[in-house]
């Protein structure tokens, strides 16, 4: 590379050595005594000069690099002139300039003699040696999906067009029969009929009459009230008389877990059904989901109160003997061993 400019370089360096030492045209009077010349252009080459001024130095490539930063072999292959093992120019003139701060001498007229000796070329840069190229293998694959994506889009409209141009029309009514219906139309006014009577589910449902309740207040009873159906929520009537008169254990049987504490109420389900005892002060005693036939010896103490979802689902027994069933939902216990149970 230096030899095919050799004559170019060898009269851009004469330039810079009569620029340095200072000399003056046939015209000008004698010259002084020589300046010293500097040491960056008193060689062949800009390599030639850096390692003569670092051997003067007595510093070796490896402090160098240490120092600059800069790979061995970069200033290795600036020494020689190698332009080729290094990286692209703007790299190279970083550095050289670095090299030149490193050795004492001024990184201007290090640059500029590179400069001159190499002149810009029409090149593109290039990479750095050494760095490898890397590519996101993701974006190849989400542009080939994307692709895929798009052409099977594309490929269903196409389908879809195909398949709708080869349908067949709607079929239409022959001409004769809509011109025979045509005919047999008559003008004149449309006759409505009388509306029809609203449906069953629209209809108001009829009011709930409590049962008994006319003949508490002495009316006459609706002759049409025992055809009319039983409220939703009126529980079914228990048989008294198909109760055992006495406790028979049938189930399980639970109490208060102290032998110490009399019980002379208990209550057992007749069928599935849930009870809470709970105490004066809303504490609870017992709460449980009882099936029919498991029972519940109620504590002999005071204020509690027994809660049950179903009243005619309990029959009460006192003292072993039967009271009916449960009189309501809430109910003190006191009452129940006081009193007779109303059915």
């Known amino acids: 590379m230096l030899r095919k400019r050799l004559s170019r370089k060898q009269a851009d360096r004469a330039a ?22 500097d040491p960056l252009l008193a060689f062949e080459s800009l390599g030639e000069a850096l390692k ?79 760095m490898p190229e890397e590519r996101d293998p993701r974006v190849a694959a989400f542009l ?48 409505l009929g009388s509306p029809l009577p609203a449906p069953v589910e629209s209809t108001t449902p009829p009011p709930y009459e409590t049962p008994g309740l006319a003949e508490a207040m002495g009316l006459k009873a609706d002759p049409a009230a025992a055809s009319k159906p039983k409220p939703a929520n009126e529980a079914p009537k228990v048989d008294l008389a198909s109760l055992p008169p006495l406790f028979q254990i049938k189930g ?49 103490l005071a204020g509690l109160t027994l809660d049950v979802s179903v009243p005619q689902d309990f029959q009460v027994f006192v003292g072993g003997a039967s009271r009916g069933i449960l009189p309501a939902q809430q109910v003190l216990a006191s009452k129940l061993a006081a009193g007779p149970t109303a059915p």
């Open 16 to 37: 810079l050595r009569e620029r340095a030492l200072g000399v003056a045209s046939a015209d000008a009077p004698p010259p002084g005594p020589p300046p010293p010349v």
């Open 52 to 130: 003569a001024i670092r051997e003067t130095r007595k510093l070796t490539v490896q402090q160098v690099a240490d120092q600059t930063r800069v790979r061995r072999a970069y200033l290795e292959a600036i020494e020689a002139t190698q332009l080729d093992l290094l990286p692209s120019r703007p790299f190279t003139v970083g550095y050289i300039r670095a090299y030149a701060t490193a050795l004492g001498v001024d990184p201007d007229v290090a640059v500029e003699r590179f400069k001159t000796d190499e002149p810009v070329l029409e090149e593109t840069l290039r990479a750095p040696v050494g």
């Open 144 to 191: 080939i999906g994307a692709l895929v994506i798009v052409a099977a889009i594309v490929l269903w409209n196409v389908a879809q067009r195909a398949m709708m141009a080869n349908v067949p029309p709607p079929p239409l009514a022959p001409e004769a029969f809509a011109n025979q219906a045509l005919r047999n139309m008559k003008p004149g006014v449309m006759r």
């Open 252 to 300: 399980k049987v639970y109490d208060a877990g102290n032998p110490r504490i009399a019980s002379t109420v208990t209550v057992q389900a007749l069928k599935n059904a849930s009870l809470i005892v709970r105490g004066a002060d809303g504490s609870v005693y017992f709460a449980r989901q009882l099936t029919a036939g498991e029972a519940y010896r109620v504590p002999s």
